[in-house]
C-alpha cells in the first residue's frame, strides 16, 4: 500500500496561486504514476493531472491546461501542483493519487489506487 500525503491548499483569490505536494512513502516503490484529481459536491471526482515517474510524461484536463503544472521530485518521492491564474470554479478538494506499476499507461483519466486525504483549495471572486 502506498501512502500519500498531501500539502499546501489553502485560500486564495481569483487570479492567485497555490502550490500543492504530494508525498509517496511507505511502498512507493509500488507506483511509476502519479496524478491529482478534484472534488466538488455538484461535478464529484474528476483527474485533474498525471505523470510518468518513470519519463516524466505529463497529461492535463483541458480546463486546466496552461494553467496547472504537474512535476516530480523523485529524490524526495514528491510530487507537485502548481495552480496558477485560478479561478472560482478551481475550488474544491484536491487528492493525490497514485497507479498500481503493474497498470499499463498513465493519464489523467487513468484508474488510480490509492489516495491521499486531501487538501482543500478555495478561490474567491
Known amino acids: 500500500q502506498v501512502l500519500l500525503v498531501e500539502s499546501g491548499g489553502g485560500s486564495v483569490q481569483a487570479g492567485g496561486s497555490l502550490r500543492l505536494s504530494c508525498t509517496a512513502s511507505?511502498?512507493?516503490?509500488?507506483?511509476?504514476?502519479m496524478g491529482w484529481f478534484r472534488e466538488t459536491p455538484e461535478k464529484g471526482r474528476l483527474g485533474v493531472a498525471a505523470?510518468?515517474?518513470?519519463?516524466?510524461?505529463?497529461s492535463y484536463d483541458a480546463s486546466v491546461k496552461d494553467r496547472f503544472t504537474i512535476s516530480q521530485d523523485n529524490a524526495r518521492n514528491t510530487i507537485y501542483l502548481e495552480l496558477h491564474n485560478l479561478k472560482p470554479e478551481d475550488t474544491a478538494v484536491y487528492y493525490c493519487?497514485?497507479?498500481?506499476?503493474?497498470?499499463?499507461?498513465?493519464?489523467?483519466?487513468?484508474?488510480?489506487?490509492?489516495w491521499g486525504q486531501g487538501t482543500q483549495v478555495t478561490v474567491s471572486s
Open positions: 505523470i510518468s515517474l518513470d519519463g516524466g510524461s505529463t
Open positions: 493519487a497514485a497507479r498500481a506499476r503493474t497498470q499499463t499507461g498513465c493519464g489523467y483519466r487513468s484508474s488510480f489506487h490509492w
Open positions: 511507505a511502498a512507493s516503490h509500488l507506483t511509476k504514476c
